[in-house]
């Protein structure tokens, strides 16, 4: 993500609409984007790398073995926000959904979570072709925005499905997922991941199975739709997401200070983290020999949510996960209205379940709305579903 928000990534396929996009360049850049162009090696047939050098006054370059000191993939990935593949030609469309990775247009694709709008072009018969009809449900299934192609006269005789939209219709298309991306604009979103630890001694501790996937999820989400995000940390071994301010802690009193110290600044707290509910009453120096680990006497921690919620501000918002394993429903209402939550998250976690997964499922409670049941879907998800709901809250 860059530090403008309208950095765009145009990968352009090898079709004969590739001289179309020189103009999308131009009418990208008059709408305020800055542009880098990836071609892929085909396209260069159609329009070289010094016409795209020439209109975006930035360097061009079609495969990961150029400048390989300066990882390309992956610092073209991490400076767009969004990427836009104008022409996509049928090929192109198949390596994307195979998820291949053969140039360093598809190897950025891989690598990069931003939101991307794929505009295809080809002939009619290849558009509507079963294979590339399955691809692109592919790619739609995985959240890329596929355009319909215009109808009308292809190059050749041929008239149908196929032709490049007008830069226009693109621009207008984007102007939309941008719109649709950025809806948490300077909101600053406080959430808490993973699981906390009590240690027994310096070789034991206290845990949970949490695997901070969830909490994760929703701060690449939140980022991604343009919100400031802390994410307080507790013992997770996942990447970062950039752009994200992170405090790691260990234990529920680190994450009582990390809260105490960050929550008065934030719009929202999203209580993700799974806190352990108590300590041992003393922490042994000295490693405990396994002939004196009989018992450990414990001691509640506080409940940090509740705490937090009734010391706060009129307009923030609070929402909390429940984990339970019986009752949900009534569990996770008792929690919502005992902790003072605009919204919780129930978790059946019975066996396990969703600990350390992808997917999860469970039912979301408002203070002020019905519940809704998430049928089983990814954290990814339910981390946009989160935050659609807490965008429809902000005042
Ligand atoms: N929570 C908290 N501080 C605690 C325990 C939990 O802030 N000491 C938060 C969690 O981050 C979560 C919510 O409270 O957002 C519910 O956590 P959960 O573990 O499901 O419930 P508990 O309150 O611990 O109750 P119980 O263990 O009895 O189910």
Redesign the pocket.
């Known amino acids: 993500m860059s530090r403008s928000g309208r950095e765009i990534l145009l990968g352009v396929g090898g079709g004969i609409a590739a001289y179309k996009s020189a103009d999308l360049v131009r009418r990208l850049q008059d709408s305020g984007y800055l542009v880098t162009v990836v071609p892929t090696p085909a396209s260069l047939n159609f329009v070289g790398s010094a016409t795209w050098e020439a209109l975006t006054g930035r360097p061009v370059q079609t495969q990961v073995w150029e400048n390989v000191h300066a990882v390309p993939h992956i610092s073209l990935a991490e400076n767009a926000d969004y990427i836009v593949i104008a022409p996509a030609t049928a090929d192109l469309i198949a390596r994307l959904a195979q998820g291949r990775a053969d140039d360093l247009l598809t190897n950025i694709v891989l690598a990069s979570a931003v939101p991307k709008l794929i505009v295809p072009a080809m002939h009619p018969e290849m558009w509507h072709d079963r294979a590339t009809a399955d691809n692109v449900e592919v790619l739609r299934n995985r959240g890329f925005v596929v355009m319909e192609p215009d109808v009308g006269r292809l190059t050749g005789s041929d008239v149908g499905a196929g032709r490049f939209p007008d830069s226009g219709s693109i621009i207008s298309e984007l102007s939309a997922i941008v719109g649709r991306t950025s809806d948490l604009l300077g909101v600053k979103i406080l959430i808490?991941a993973g699981g906390t630890r009590e240690a027994i001694d310096p070789v034991r501790f206290i845990g949970n199975r949490s695997s901070g996937k969830q909490g994760y999820a929703i701060a690449q989400a939140a980022l991604a739709r343009g919100a400031t995000v802390r994410l307080v940390s507790a013992n997770c071994d996942l990447p970062i997401p950039q752009g994200a301010q992170v405090t790691p802690v260990e234990t529920?009193d680190q994450m009582q200070d990390a809260l105490e110290e960050f929550f008065e600044d934030s719009d929202v707290l999203v209580?993700?983290?799974?806190?352990a509910?108590a300590k041992p009453r003393n922490l042994s120096e000295m490693k405990i020999k396994k002939k004196d680990l009989h018992s450990i006497e414990l001691v509640a921690?506080?409940?940090?949510?509740a705490t937090i919620s009734h010391n706060r501000k009129a307009g923030q918002i609070i929402v909390?996960?429940?984990?339970?394993t019986s009752n949900l429903e009534l569990?996770a209402q008792n929690?919502l209205d005992e902790?003072g939550l605009d919204m919780i998250f129930v978790n059946d976690v019975s066996g396990g379940a969703i600990f350390g997964s992808d997917q999860t499922h469970g039912r979301f409670l408002f203070k002020d709305a019905p519940g809704i049941e998430i049928a089983p879907t990814s954290k990814d998800t339910l981390a946009h579903e989160l935050l659609n709901q807490v965008r429809n809250r902000l005042s």
């Open positions: 808490t529920a209580m993700c983290a799974a806190v509910d921690n506080p409940d940090l949510l909390g996960f429940a984990a339970e569990h929690k902790k």
